[in-house]
């Protein structure tokens, strides 16, 4: 079982670290590095090596007069065209400029980082054909800063992440625009912000523009960077779960290790056993019978759900991280047989189920959170808080307003949760007749782990009100108080994450806007401040 795993945040990576393309497997965690933390990038030697072997292949090919899809043919429908030597470099600067179709905000900095960084690996595993020169280029590219200003829609998922990757590569060839520094500002022209970082732009030669667009990588990067938020979700939700059974007294037999060991998912025994330690020590959790033999399922049914969500996210993380270090080129070059051999290693279907399986759990995860923050805010439910978590009900509406902020975010993920991944448009006058829509699924699944660290921000918001609201019931200190001591009866592992709550938002004593302290709170869960 691959739980939630200890990855790089926003910033947090050593932005002296250097990571080779090419010479050993990429994890999240490198994504990450390279995508945020500023890791800086170069390629493996004994990868190059294979790099040249695979374009000596190419370069023989083509001296032979080999019928070769998209170095001596056209594309798609176009594959029975062949087309003479003298049109080689014509050709792949074409397909470049004719395939950058795509429409929509652009992708943030951080994706962008991570489609350079994916595409130069893809490339720098030897089986695309390109010249090390083109990996390099991508490369400095993320040295230097130059991201390509990517817009997020017209991507099918098949042929590749075409649409995305011709705008990422257009910036090589000098073309295009990029970003303005940390994403911000005007764009400026792709061969402007190569020539003030002192790159030469690209002059492409055969088959150097397919390779540079067919592959799945707008897909992998930006569902990668969503399952490493996902996994930073699943874990604050599960503090906020901690408070809120503190919050509610709720019942810690349910949470027993037995309990997991006889239905041994692995996920589930996870989440019980971060229960326990995180409760450990607690004054507020009961004994079954003492306040209620049973929870509601949104309380007692913790392990299940959240562990059912970590384990989805598991399977979906090794799927990301597998395509992560695939070569999803066409045609691929065999340097060991010198074959070129064309397939369909750029379909997005394995990405595009993992992007909807992200989606429905992480929107379910969203769901069972708000069910708590409802419990928290109804007295009928909260074992004797008032209404709305406020002192002063009627004067003061309280948290009533921040339940429906949940319900609304959990109403919209339930409607990106729908699949993309079942979903397909023939497209090159039906030469590809079924498409992926990994990167919709991708988006959606992103926009839903959004969604669900917002939720989840709610719930600890929430939760930290009504601990302070159970303080005073017991009189521990005035609702508001002092923080340590109206931490003092929770468990140890929950009272740090309530103390931190605490410094960036203050106990509700009268009405104010919470729009802000939610979304504090929300960075702070993406930002991994909220890990077991």
Same mark, same amino acid.
């Given at each position: 079982?691959?739980?939630?795993?200890?990855?790089?945040?926003?910033?947090?990576?050593?932005?002296?670290?250097?990571?080779?393309?090419?010479?050993?497997?990429?994890?999240?965690?490198?994504?990450?590095?390279?995508?945020?933390?500023?890791?800086?990038?170069? !390629?493996?030697?004994?990868?190059?090596?294979?790099?040249?072997?695979?374009?000596?292949?190419?370069?023989?090919?083509?001296?032979?007069?080999?019928?070769?899809? *998209?170095?001596?043919?056209?594309?798609?429908?176009?594959?029975?065209? #062949?087309?003479?030597?003298?049109?080689?470099?014509?050709?792949?600067?074409?397909?470049?400029?004719?395939?950058?179709?795509?429409?929509?905000? $652009?992708?943030?900095?951080?994706?962008?980082?991570?489609?350079?960084?994916?595409?130069?690996?893809?490339?720098?595993?030897?089986?695309?054909?390109?010249?090390?020169?083109?990996?390099?280029?991508?490369?400095?590219?993320?040295?230097?800063?130059?991201?390509?200003?990517?817009?997020?829609?017209?991507?099918?998922?098949?042929?590749?992440?075409?649409? $995305?990757?011709?705008?990422?590569?257009?910036?090589?060839?000098?073309?295009?625009?990029?970003?303005?520094?940390?994403?911000?500002?005007? $764009?400026?022209?792709?061969?402007?912000?190569?020539?003030?970082?002192?790159?030469?732009?690209?002059?492409?030669?055969?088959?150097?523009?397919?390779? !540079?667009?067919?592959?799945?990588?707008?897909?992998?990067?930006?569902?990668?960077?969503?399952?490493?938020?996902?996994?930073?979700?699943?874990?604050?939700?599960?503090?906020?779960?901690?408070?809120?059974?503190?919050?509610?007294?709720?019942?810690?037999?349910?949470?027993?290790?037995?309990?997991?060991?006889?239905?041994?998912?692995?996920?589930?025994?996870?989440?019980?056993?971060?229960?326990?330690?995180?409760?450990?020590?607690?004054?507020?959790?009961?004994?079954?019978?003492?306040?209620?033999?049973?929870?509601?399922?949104?309380?007692?049914?913790?392990?299940?759900?959240?562990?059912?969500?970590?384990?989805?996210?598991?399977?979906?993380?090794?799927?990301?991280? #597998?395509?992560?270090?695939?070569?999803?080129?066409?045609?691929?070059?065999?340097?060991? #047989?010198?074959?070129?051999?064309?397939?369909?290693?750029?379909?997005?279907?394995?990405?595009?189920?993992?992007?909807?399986?992200?989606?429905?759990?992480?929107?379910?995860?969203?769901?069972?959170?708000?069910?708590?923050?409802?419990?928290?805010?109804?007295?009928?439910?909260?074992?004797? !808080?008032? +209404?709305?978590?406020? !002192?002063?009900?009627?004067?003061?509406?309280?948290?009533?307003?921040?339940?429906?902020?949940?319900?609304?975010?959990?109403?919209?993920? @339930?409607?990106?949760?729908?699949?993309?991944?079942?979903?397909?448009?023939?497209?090159?006058?039906?030469?590809?007749?079924?498409?992926?829509?990994?990167?919709? +699924?991708?988006? @959606?699944?992103?926009?839903?782990?959004?969604?669900?660290?917002?939720?989840?921000?709610?719930?600890?918001?929430?939760?930290?009100?009504?601990?302070?609201?159970?303080?005073?019931?017991?009189?521990?200190?005035?609702?508001? *108080?002092?923080?340590?001591?109206?931490?003092?009866?929770?468990?140890?592992?929950?009272?740090?994450?309530?103390?931190?709550?605490?410094?960036?938002?203050?106990?509700?004593?009268?009405?104010?806007?919470?729009?802000?302290?939610?979304?504090?709170?929300?960075?702070?869960?993406?930002?991994?401040?909220?890990?077991?």
């Amino acid at each position: 079982m691959m739980g939630p795993r200890r990855v790089p945040g926003a910033g947090e990576a050593d932005a002296a670290a250097l990571i080779e393309v090419g010479g050993r497997r990429l994890r999240l965690e490198d994504l990450a590095a390279v995508a945020r933390g500023g890791a800086r990038v170069a !390629l493996d030697p004994v990868a190059r090596a294979r790099v040249e072997e695979s374009r000596r292949v190419i370069d023989e090919a083509v001296a032979a007069g080999w019928v070769i899809y *998209g170095v001596t043919t056209g594309f798609g429908r176009f594959s029975d065209v #062949t087309l003479g030597s003298g049109d080689t470099r014509s050709l792949q600067r074409n397909l470049l400029l004719s395939h950058a179709t795509g429409v929509g905000p $652009p992708f943030p900095v951080d994706v962008v980082r991570g489609m350079l960084l994916l595409r130069a690996n893809a490339l720098a595993l030897g089986y695309s054909g390109v010249r090390p020169l083109v990996i390099e280029t991508l490369l400095e590219m993320l040295n230097r800063g130059i991201h390509p200003r990517v817009p997020e829609q017209g991507s099918l998922g098949a042929s590749g992440d075409l649409a $995305p990757l011709a705008h990422l590569a257009l910036v090589a060839i000098g073309e295009g625009e990029a970003l303005g520094p940390g994403g911000d500002g005007d $764009p400026v022209p792709g061969g402007q912000a190569l020539s003030r970082a002192g790159l030469e732009p690209l002059v492409l030669e055969a088959k150097e523009g397919v390779a !540079l667009i067919n592959g799945t990588q707008a897909m992998t990067a930006l569902l990668g960077l969503a399952v490493h938020d996902a996994f930073l979700v699943v874990e604050a939700a599960t503090v906020a779960a901690c408070l809120s059974l503190e919050a509610l007294r709720g019942v810690r037999d349910h949470f027993d290790e037995r309990v997991a060991l006889v239905r041994p998912h692995p996920g589930q025994a996870l989440v019980a056993g971060k229960v326990r330690e995180l409760t450990r020590g607690s004054r507020y959790l009961t004994a079954a019978g003492e306040l209620r033999v049973q929870d509601a399922y949104s309380l007692r049914c913790v392990p299940q759900v959240h562990g059912a969500c970590a384990d989805a996210l598991a399977w979906a993380a090794a799927v990301v991280e #597998t395509e992560m270090n695939s070569a999803t080129d066409n045609p691929l070059v065999f340097a060991e #047989t010198g074959e070129v051999l064309s397939g369909g290693n750029f379909h997005g279907q394995p990405v595009a189920f993992a992007g909807d399986l992200v989606a429905l759990a992480l929107t379910d995860l969203a769901s069972i959170s708000e069910r708590r923050i409802a419990r928290l805010v109804d007295p009928v439910f909260s074992a004797g !808080l008032p +209404a709305f978590l406020t !002192l002063n009900g009627g004067l003061h509406s309280g948290f009533m307003l921040v339940q429906y902020t949940a319900a609304a975010l959990v109403s919209e993920s @339930k409607v990106l949760a729908s699949p993309a991944s079942v979903d397909s448009i023939p497209s090159s006058a039906g030469q590809e007749d079924h498409v992926s829509m990994g990167t919709v +699924a991708a988006r @959606k699944a992103r926009a839903v782990v959004e969604n669900a660290a917002r939720v989840a921000a709610a719930e600890l918001l929430t939760a930290a009100q009504a601990i302070d609201l159970r303080g005073g019931l017991e009189g521990l200190d005035e609702p508001g *108080g002092d923080p340590l001591r109206l931490a003092a009866p929770l468990g140890e592992g929950v009272r740090p994450h309530y103390l931190a709550l605490r410094r960036v938002s203050p106990f509700v004593a009268s009405d104010r806007p919470l729009s802000a302290d939610i979304e504090t709170v929300a960075r702070m869960v993406l930002r991994g401040e909220f890990r077991w």
